[in-house]
């Protein structure tokens, strides 16, 4: 047995690190977070400083059990969990549970996986540092207060599904997002004439070569630039002067967490979420540093690795030591930025992490190389025929310096330089003219934002750290606030002028494709209107300054200049009554937009949100004839819909014919536009126009469907078919859906392997229900970690017994369903209670009455 146990938080770690420390250390996995929040009522007692109710979940009992007998067994327990603010706490919390105590017990840190750096940290330990415990515990409790208490606010107020939530940080992401799109929805685009002439001279070989020229600024109206063109007929072209300026590029710092995402973004087309896993995988096997940083400095250590490989690969004259500093003060500048653990290492064998990897390579070493330097050359040309001038700009590189390693990409916000080389030029010389273009070019709305761009912008505006930009971006994509999709471009007209070498003006109509885009992130009608309702009751919260200032409270409870007890207190108790006040004054938010009236019916046509998205509808519920109700399609929003988009909803079901004597129609449904034949439902696939799809085309449809869904076996006389969905290959036989392993070959399922898998399930299914109630639709069933309750399509924990005691699984067999079901209102409340429709219409006349009344006395 090993005298010392250390704990890390990932088992990949704990396998290079043991290799390190060799036979005196057991290295093991804590696999995260091993406590968190109680989840009843809410996990923080509010009268007592906020003081929070930890517990360990049950997927973490058997690590949190098997850690305690290997910590009492163990002569000393190191924590070595990661080195941010999360890490610490993990530490702490292992300290609460393992009952170590934190004024003695040893804490490590290191920065990468090597056999120096962790040496040098057991050699140097230091205590649990509560300072950044309490910065995490304030993050983590003020994260939960909030969520808490406003999620309950939007399914009051705005319906829909349980799934709604709002967040401090997640909400203000959705804001940027929003605000972005309107501004795009409320754009409209101005064209202008831009002048570009293109000339020939003499290179050095005496060759001829051509060049460009831009004329005067931007002419806003198409007869501007024809009366232009018009002023240059025949005219001469003579270089007035010719200016050379030399002109530098210095490479940019290395990776912090954000730089690498929005770069990886850029370059390798990654989101945000795959960047951090293979940077995490990177880490873990000690091949970078530590991936969760807003540091950009580079240790001593470091700087003389970068220095020797520079020197060997590339020549002392291309070494340039650098030391950056950061803009944000509270980055941790005892941290390092991303870089590699060994700059001799230029790539990775696993192919999951190369590209990352290499690209981190990349910048660090290009980071302390020389600049680049250019030599700029802008030449003045002089039009005979008129006062204005013309402008060559052309580039040339004397030097590469570290763009022979690495150039950093741009986002599309920002001008990209396209300034090419120039022949040499001289004042005085008179130039050949070739041919002379106005081109009509619109202005454009602000991109839609990337993953990247976003994290970016949130970094700007100091909301959120390294460890919360991709869980936030993945939580309202996961809460259907936003979308991450491609959008397809529209057709447009551009008018070209043209004045050629014969001196004759022209003009040419092209068609340009503008405005698509690829993974931006889109809001959704729900996104929307959830943020206009938090801006209107809850603009605090929506404020980014605000929440910026949070995150720097954070930072000084992290240095200890600040309680974490008082400033929660700060926040809480106004918030709390803006919970309160909105919960009994706020209206409904639908999100509602008036389209126009319908002819046919005179009634109104309205796009809101309804209880399973958005749609349209004509008519109110209060009249006498039902409302006609309409859902969107997927690329349609209530903001931006027509009144001709909207009729155009209505005309579905739209019946197409018949076919096996039986009426075939399309139509929309909760889960897709679908095709219907009698009682058969069959989707269709996506790029199909319902209102222009034909009867062959959908009899086609459905023949595949048919075929797919064809019986290749039977089973006790039962039809067996086949398939492929979200988790791979299937068979599906009386109902029940059975994954197809990977031994099987699925192309070739003999009926000895149909026999085998639908027996191997039975078997498994007949060992899955300890107990059920059917028409309750209440199961009892034995999970990975033991018996829980299925209640309609929820998993919940089993209760225990009076004595505190789990139930075992003889003793669920003869449970009382009152018994399950006390259990379940515990965890679900109201579940059993009946659903009755208020009659909100009379209770409006109700109230409304007395001021009625007050007014006639008057």
Request: hydrophobic share 35%; glycine share 6%.
């Amino acid at each position: 047995m090993a005298k010392n146990l250390l704990i890390v938080e990932s088992p990949a770690k704990a396998k290079t690190i043991e290799k390190i420390l060799g036979s005196d250390f057991e290295v093991k996995s804590c696999y995260g977070h091993i406590r968190d929040l109680e989840k009843d009522d809410m996990g923080i007692d509010v009268n007592n400083q906020y003081q929070p109710r930890y517990i360990v979940p049950d997927d973490k009992e058997r690590v949190v059990k098997e850690l305690r007998q290997l910590a009492k067994k163990a002569d000393e327990v190191w924590l070595a969990s990661d080195e941010d603010r999360e890490g610490e706490s993990i530490s702490w919390h292992l300290s609460e549970v393992l009952g170590l105590d934190p004024k003695t017990t040893k804490r490590i840190v290191f920065h990468e996986i090597t056999a120096p750096a962790i040496k040098k940290a057991v050699a140097q330990p230091r205590l649990i540092n509560m300072n950044l415990v309490n910065a995490q515990q304030a993050r983590r409790v003020l994260d939960r207060l909030v969520g808490f208490e406003l999620s309950p606010v939007l399914w009051r107020k705005i319906g829909m599904q349980r799934s709604l939530s709002a967040g401090r940080v997640q909400s203000v992401a959705v804001r940027l997002i929003v605000e972005r799109e309107r501004e795009i929805n409320h754009f409209i685009p101005e064209s202008s004439y831009k002048i570009e002439a293109l000339f020939a001279a003499k290179d050095i070989h005496n060759r001829a070569v051509s060049f460009k020229a831009e004329g005067p600024s931007k002419l806003n109206t198409q007869e501007a630039a024809a009366s232009f063109l018009n002023s240059c007929k025949n005219a001469a072209y003579k270089v007035l002067d010719v200016t050379v300026k030399p002109a530098k590029r210095s490479p940019a710092a290395p990776f912090t967490t954000s730089t690498l995402q929005q770069e990886a973004s850029r370059k390798l087309g990654y989101g945000v979420s795959k960047t951090m896993l293979l940077a995490q995988k990177l880490y873990e096997s000690g091949k970078i540093t530590y991936m969760r940083t807003d540091s950009i400095n580079l240790s001593d250590t470091a700087m003389a690795d970068i220095r020797k490989e520079i020197d060997s690969s590339y020549g002392n004259n291309y070494y340039q030591p650098r030391k950056y500093k950061n803009k944000n003060e509270s980055a941790q500048e005892a941290h390092e930025a991303i870089r590699p653990t060994y700059m001799n290492n230029r790539t990775v064998a696993d192919e999951d992490t190369r590209k990352l990897y290499e690209l981190i390579w990349r910048r660090t070493i290009a980071s302390q190389m020389s600049d680049a330097e250019f030599e700029k050359t802008v030449a003045k040309i002089d039009i005979s025929t008129n006062k204005e001038t013309l402008t060559a700009t052309g580039e040339v590189m004397k030097f590469d310096g570290f763009l022979k390693v690495y150039l950093e990409g741009k986002d599309e916000e920002d001008e990209e330089d396209n300034e090419g080389m120039l022949p040499p030029l001289s004042a005085g010389q008179v130039l050949d003219f070739r041919e002379m273009m106005a081109t009509e070019k619109f202005t454009r709305a602000a991109p839609r934002y990337t993953e990247a761009s976003l994290v970016k912008k949130l970094e700007e505006l100091g909301i959120g750290r390294p460890s919360t930009y991709a869980p936030t971006i993945s939580t309202i994509i996961k809460r259907n606030y936003v979308e991450k999709r491609d959008k397809e471009g529209t057709k447009r007209q551009v008018n070209i002028l043209r004045l050629n070498a014969q001196q004759e003006v022209s003009k040419e109509i092209l068609t340009e494709n503008t405005g698509a885009e690829k993974a931006k992130l889109f809001p959704t009608d729900l996104g929307m209107v959830v943020t206009d309702f938090l801006k209107q009751h809850f603009s605090k919260v929506m404020d980014f300054g605000f929440t910026a200032r949070i995150e720097e409270e954070f930072d000084e409870i992290a240095e200890g200049k600040t309680r974490w007890s008082s400033m929660i207190d700060q926040f809480y108790k106004p918030f709390h009554e803006n919970i309160e006040h909105t919960l009994e004054n706020a209206e409904r938010a639908k999100g509602e937009r008036e389209l126009g009236i319908d002819e046919a019916s005179g009634k109104k046509v309205i796009a809101r949100m309804g209880r399973y998205g958005p749609m349209v509808q004509i008519g109110h519920v209060e009249d006498e004839e039902k409302p006609r109700f309409a859902k969107l399609k997927a690329d349609q929003s209530i903001e931006t819909i027509t009144m001709e988009e909207a009729m155009e909803l209505f005309a579905l079901p739209r019946v197409l014919g018949t076919y096996e004597d039986q009426e075939l129609s399309v139509n929309v449904g909760r889960f897709g536009p679908y095709i219907k034949l009698g009682d058969q439902f069959i989707s269709i696939p996506k790029g199909e126009d319902l209102h222009t799809i034909e009867l062959d085309r959908a009899i086609e449809l459905l023949q595949e469907k048919q075929q797919a869904d064809a019986p290749v076996a039977f089973y006790n006389e039962l039809p067996v078919t086949k398939g492929k969905g979200r988790f791979g290959p299937f068979i599906k036989w009386n109902d029940m859906f059975i994954n197809i392993p990977r031994a099987y070959n699925f192309d070739t399922l003999s009926q000895q392997d149909i026999n085998e898998l639908i027996e191997k399930k039975m078997e498994k299914e007949a060992n899955r229900f300890i107990k059920q109630w059917p028409a309750e639709k209440i199961n009892i069933e034995n999970g990975r970690w033991g018996p829980f309750i299925r209640f309609n399509k929820k998993m919940l924990k089993m209760g225990r017994k009076a004595d505190g005691g789990k139930y075992t699984a003889e003793e669920l067999t003869d449970i009382d369903i009152e018994l399950v079901k006390k259990m379940i209102e515990e965890q679900v409340p109201n579940a059993f209670a009946k659903k009755t429709k208020a009659p909100a219409k009379k209770a409006a006349t109700k109230k409304a009455a007395p001021k009625k009344a007050a007014a006639k006395k008057k």
